[in-house]
């Protein structure tokens, strides 16, 4: 078999791992459609998946594939090179279920949540892997678990009652999230030494964490106590 060459071990570790993340994807597609289906939609496409977020779906089987390595010892020779192939192959297929969803006009609150759960799943599952086989730093879970935290807080700002403001669209957002998943998918292949990928880790973790905090302080409505945008609020709404 291709595993027992691959490794000299036995399929079925690399299968468990992959199996129990396409059940937790399962979980979340099934937990968000439930939560999405009932709402306005973006589009008329809401009653059914669109081919946007079938690729979603493609996308979390390779992410699955690359969790599978978890449980394996860390391939040699040119199977190095496949744990961060499919990788990036799943941050390519990020991009093109974005460019579907506008080239098709099937945008919908459903494929947006679903490609941040996903997105977040992936970059949990990559640093992790990255970290295991010592290619990234300890300290980069941070980031593997940022989105995580960030929606446990924001969970708990509603149970008490609070109100949390909606989060705007950021092109910060999108282009350090994406550049880091480039980032981590190399991380995952023997191309930079190990110092490399500390210097880059250490500037990605401090960028993606500060956007994280500013995201934190505009849903809490944080941003808005800032007394220099809050006066600047104020103007603006007394015209």
Excluded at 8 to 32: D, F, K
Excluded at 48 to 59: C, E, K, N, P
Aim: charged letters at 10%; aromatic letters at 16%.
């Amino acid at each position: 078999m291709f595993f027992e060459t691959f490794y000299g071990t036995a399929l079925l570790p690399w299968l468990l791992g992959t199996t129990l993340v396409c059940l937790c994807e399962t979980w979340i597609t099934m937990r968000l459609w439930e939560q999405y289906a009932q709402q306005p939609q973006l589009t008329f496409h809401a009653n059914h998946f669109s081919i946007a977020d079938f690729v979603t779906l493609g996308r979390g089987f390779l992410v699955a594939g690359v969790a599978g390595f978890l449980f394996l010892p860390e391939p040699a020779d040119w199977h190095a090179w496949l744990p961060g192939s499919l990788y990036i192959l799943s941050v390519f297929a990020d991009y093109v279920d974005g460019s579907l969803a506008r080239l098709h006009n099937s945008a919908s609150e459903f494929g947006a949540a679903l490609d941040r759960n996903f997105d977040a799943l992936t970059t949990m599952i990559g640093s992790l892997l990255g970290i295991l086989y010592g290619h990234l730093p300890s300290w980069y879970c941070t980031v593997g678990f940022a989105f995580y935290v960030f929606s446990l807080a924001t969970w708990i700002i509603k149970k008490t009652g609070r109100e949390v403001l909606d989060l705007p669209s950021s092109h910060y957002r999108r282009i350090i999230g994406g550049s880091n998943a480039i980032f981590i998918g190399f991380a995952l292949t023997p191309v930079l030494p190990v110092i490399w990928l500390t210097i880059l880790a250490a500037i990605f973790n401090l960028l993606i964490l500060a956007g994280f905090f500013r995201d934190w302080f505009h849903i809490s409505g944080l941003m808005l106590e800032l007394p220099f945008i809050k006066g600047a609020h104020n103007k603006l709404h007394s015209k």
